[in-house]
């Protein structure tokens, strides 16, 4: 590795390009084998939701991605990280969330983003809220333990 | 003054999205707040009406119930978090 790697961090509402975020990392150097990405989508629920709806806490959601992702590239030999989030109003099929990892072999990479949405989920401040197809507002998603459960487990163990 | 902003449901139980309050002397950490906040009326007491789900920042960084609130400038409540 040479240099120090920077994360690029995004809050928004419009929609990221997935091929773009990886030539963000990737163009114009030789050295990276491996590039994952992870992209998280608007289930329509069985058909019953018509839209998400997601809120953030300004600042503190780019705060806390950063900080997750500055801890990602101190645990593993990255090469480049992106995580970009998007809030507003989300139609199933439409995508919430990126994750992009580069590292120079796979298992850097593979484990540095299943760490960055870990904690992404537990840490970053969005909410969800579901409207539903027959005009109702409905609920606010609940938080689920098992993602708690899955951000703990890398505290136990380094990389 | 100590600026309170809310989110989600904490947000919509209150009916506003943030406010600038006075807080007593009595009131020393985020638990203490949530306590005083509750007792100001049905809007805040549904809000808080089961204290250890809802979770708190103070100047846009998670900390725990028994943290100070002195010198915070921006205290603020919200549901556990479902990003990602």
């Not at chain 1, 992209?39 to 705060?63: I, Q």
């Not at chain 1, 609920?139 to 487990?153: G, L």
Request: with cysteine.
């Amino acid at each position: 590795m040479s240099g120090a790697v920077v994360p690029f961090v995004d809050i928004r509402a419009e929609d990221f390009d997935v091929s773009a975020e990886i030539a963000r990392l990737t163009s114009g150097r030789a050295d990276i084998g491996a590039v994952v990405t992870f992209v998280g989508l608007c289930r329509d629920e069985g058909g019953t939701l018509a839209a998400l709806e997601l809120e953030h806490y300004p600042g503190m959601a780019e705060d806390e991605i950063a900080r997750v992702a500055a801890e990602a590239v101190r645990r593993w030999p990255l090469t480049g990280v992106t995580a970009i989030h998007r809030y507003g109003r989300i139609a199933p099929g439409g995508n919430i969330v990126l994750v992009v990892t580069a590292s120079a072999h796979r298992a850097a990479a593979f484990a540095a983003g299943e760490f960055l949405m870990d904690y992404l989920k537990t840490r970053a401040p969005f909410w969800k809220k579901e409207h539903r197809v027959d005009g109702t507002s409905g609920d606010w998603v609940e938080a689920k333990a098992e993602d708690d459960a899955a951000a703990d487990r890398w505290a136990a163990r380094q990389g | 003054m100590t600026k309170l902003v809310y989110f989600a449901w904490v947000r919509e139980r209150i009916g506003k999205p943030e406010e600038e309050l006075a807080l007593p002397a009595g009131v020393l950490t985020v638990a203490d707040l949530a306590r005083w906040l509750a007792g100001r009326g049905e809007e805040y007491a549904y809000a808080f009406e089961n204290p250890d789900i809802v979770r708190a920042a103070i100047d846009k960084k998670h900390v725990k119930p028994d943290t100070p609130v002195a010198g915070a400038r921006e205290i603020a409540f919200f549901p556990p978090m479902t990003g990602g």
